[in-house]
């Protein structure tokens, strides 16, 4: 079985500021990697993806993931985060049977 | 556009009424999903499709049905007895059931 742990319900940060959100994930197989983003009541939207190749991934708005093997980890980063980055954002694992298992999320809080 | 449309917004339930939440894409997507969020749980699976008039039940499937008759279709009907139907609900789909999801943008059913 595969599992995907969100260890922060919640990151406040001040404009600006950079962040992290940390995803572990476990599995026993080689798997597939994303970080979606959702808005208040709107649905999930591909921020990035990790599929094979360069274990670093980024987005088109500056956010960036890393993919360790070895911690099992693929943290999301941003070095400046803007009011509007504020939303929920979920990890997931695309691993045994090709199910796509989600983790809780985390509500990053960007204030002035 | 391209995309993945859902329907109604927002849903109202009755005390024993079944009611469906309609999902088309446009995509040419031969996989479909039907996902439900509540609060702090993440996404749980309830039902998903590889291709037409075939479908397979997810974590969650008590409760609910779905059927497949077309390939841009997939309507989830909440039937009375899915005993606690109020939460989000989320559509997607992906060209295989090992590809990238992409998601409409959510039903919101509540009990009345």
């Known amino acids: 079985a595969q599992s995907v742990t969100q260890l922060d319900s919640q990151v406040p940060v001040f404009e600006e500021a950079p962040v992290e959100l940390r995803c572990n994930y476990s599995?026993?197989?080689?798997?597939?990697l994303f970080w979606y983003v959702q808005y208040p009541n709107q649905g999930l939207q591909l921020l990035l993806k990790y599929l094979s190749g360069s274990t670093l991934v980024e987005s088109i708005n500056g956010f960036e993931a890393e993919f360790n093997k070895s911690q099992t980890s693929f943290h999301l980063r941003k070095p400046s985060v803007h009011i509007s980055d504020t939303a929920e954002y979920f990890c997931?694992?695309?691993?045994?049977?090709?199910?796509?298992?989600f983790g809780t999320g985390t509500r990053l809080q960007v204030t002035l | 556009d391209g995309g993945i449309t859902q329907s109604p917004k927002y849903l109202f339930r009755k005390e024993g009424q079944n009611v469906t939440l309609s999902c088309e894409q446009n995509?040419?997507?031969?996989?479909m999903y039907w996902y439900r969020q509540d609060p702090g749980q993440g996404l749980r699976l309830i039902y998903y499709?590889?291709?037409?008039?075939?479908?397979q039940k997810g974590d969650i499937a008590e409760g609910y049905s779905v059927s497949r008759e077309k390939k841009e279709s997939f309507p989830l009907t909440v039937t009375s007895a899915q005993k606690n139907p109020t939460a989000f609900y989320l559509c997607a789909s992906s060209m295989a059931q090992t590809e990238t999801q992409y998601f409409g943008p959510g039903t919101r059913l509540l009990v009345l």
């Open positions: 995509l040419n997507h031969d996989a």
């Open positions: 599995s026993s197989v080689s798997v597939y």
């Open positions: 997931a694992v695309l691993g045994t049977a090709s199910k796509l298992t």
């Open positions: 499709s590889q291709i037409v008039n075939d479908f």
